[in-house]
């Protein structure tokens, strides 16, 4: 135990295992990002056939040649692009609204059935997402005859159960002496929500906007189920039209891909503060 120690505190054993560790976050990284960065590089390079395009690590030139193919490919580009906007943030809204309300009752609130009914929402957490699908497109177009709208694309994703857990778990560390004190200024329980829960809960609500705006902004499967047209297909599905059946105009798909993915870097830049601060929410106790 004692040599141990001894090696453990020696500078050179410290500083080969940082090294090493420093080592294994730099190729975790670059793995990470090399796919972004291939995707913005190959998005500036001109609108060719995939057969005739040279992969290369570093560009030969830069031109916006792929851009202006895209958005002149079809008369729905500028559409795609607005129905993935108001589909996302439609269902960011919905659900920063509603799971932070189903977590205020489920955190603070005392009623019957309770824990039962909170249990059933974690089970239906471990149904895959996949398995859903067959009887949620049947409801959806054969039952309530939604198929192409933007109803259909927003239904399913108003309120997801593992936003309504975050926000619980959130709301649970609220201490309830602050709502005793609330009701006793005569505050009712929407105006504890309003007043009182959403401003203590503004990081949770930044956490569960930028994934469930991630999450619904790159979709692909349903959209794709329940759209026949090209004017209401979302920016994800409609990159599949660059594709066709003896080649694929990879560049111009780049380009599509790289303004899709503005969007969510500009939402996860600014409330980084917010999210990060979620992250660590419950690690440090005292």
């Known amino acids: 135990m004692a040599l141990y120690s001894n090696h453990a505190g020696n500078p050179k054993v410290k500083t080969i295992r940082n090294s090493i560790i420093f080592i294994a976050l730099l190729l975790f990284a670059l793995a990470t990002i090399f796919p972004i ?20 690590i570093l560009p030969s030139k830069f031109t916006f040649a792929s851009f202006k193919y895209f958005f002149d490919y079809s008369e ?106 609330a009701k006793i200024e005569g505050c009712n329980q929407f105006q504890i929500y309003y007043r009182i829960i959403l401003p203590l809960s503004k990081t949770v609500m930044a956490v569960m906007a930028i994934l469930t705006f991630m999450d619904s902004w790159n979709t692909f499967f349903w959209p794709l189920l329940v759209t026949n047209t090209m004017d209401m297909q979302t920016i994800q599905v409609g990159l599949k039209n660059f594709r066709f059946a003896n080649t694929t105009f990879i560049a111009p798909m780049m380009a599509g891909a790289t303004i899709s993915a503005l969007p969510m870097f500009i939402l996860f830049f600014s409330l980084q503060k917010y999210f990060l601060e979620g992250v660590t929410v419950g690690a440090v106790k005292g």
Not at 38 to 53: K, R, Y
């Open 76 to 181: 729905y580009s500028y559409r795609w692009i607005l129905n993935s906007l108001i589909v996302a943030a439609t269902v960011t809204v919905s659900n920063v609204i509603f799971a932070s309300m189903a977590g205020y009752a489920f955190s603070k609130l005392r009623f019957k059935g309770r824990g039962l009914l909170f249990g059933l929402l974690l089970v239906s957490m471990m149904i895959p997402y996949q398995v859903t699908q067959v009887p949620l497109y049947i409801l959806v177009v054969n039952v309530f005859e939604l198929q192409n709208t933007y109803t259909a694309l927003i239904m399913p994703g108003i309120v997801t159960v593992y936003n309504i857990f975050l926000a619980k778990q959130f709301m649970s560390s609220i201490p309830t002496e602050i709502i005793e004190s």
């Open 37 to 56: 960065y291939f995707m913005v590089i190959s998005s500036f390079s001109d609108p060719v056939e995939a057969g005739a395009v040279s992969y290369s």
